[in-house]
């Protein structure tokens, strides 16, 4: 279901074939979207400015949530949950101009820090929170429809989407 659902977004989209990328310095995008992760879905909100042709500083705010049943012991089970809070900021090189990408294309490739606030009970313990700072990297790739909209998938480590997220940019 989810892959004819991204087929169709595509195709309605992709009519409005002409774009610009990257970031242009002194301007802006809004990203969103969700994340791949074995537990709960993470969804994630954030903006990108451009402060030099090839070179953004960006702002996220991301939550991912999850309530199962897991076994604990011999034939024990009970619910498990957790949720994940976050803060960060990240720094990505755009290498349209070394790759000669066209226009509507957007590569790049950047390091992200951000404040995590982690809460989780299992049944087998309370609840228990753990936060911290998390400092990871990530490569991604964009392709605009148009100069205002975009489809974002983006892989990294060190963060709350490291399998993965992919979601729509919005232009400024």
Known sequence: MKKHFLTLLLLLVASYSHAQ???AKGKAQINVGVGFSSWGVPVYGGFDVGVHPDMTLGLEVAYRGYNGNVR?????????KASIWSISGNFNYHLNKILELPKEWNLYAGVN???YI?????????SSDASGLGLGGQIGGRYFFNDKLGLNLEIGGGNQFSNGKIGL????
């Open 21 to 23: 990328a990257p970031v």
């Open 169 to 172: 940019t919005f232009k400024l």
């Open 113 to 115: 820090v951000g404040y």
């Open 118 to 126: 982690w809460t989780y009970s299992t049944p087998n313990t309370n």
């Open 72 to 80: 604990w012991g011999k034939n024990k089970y009970g619910t498990s």
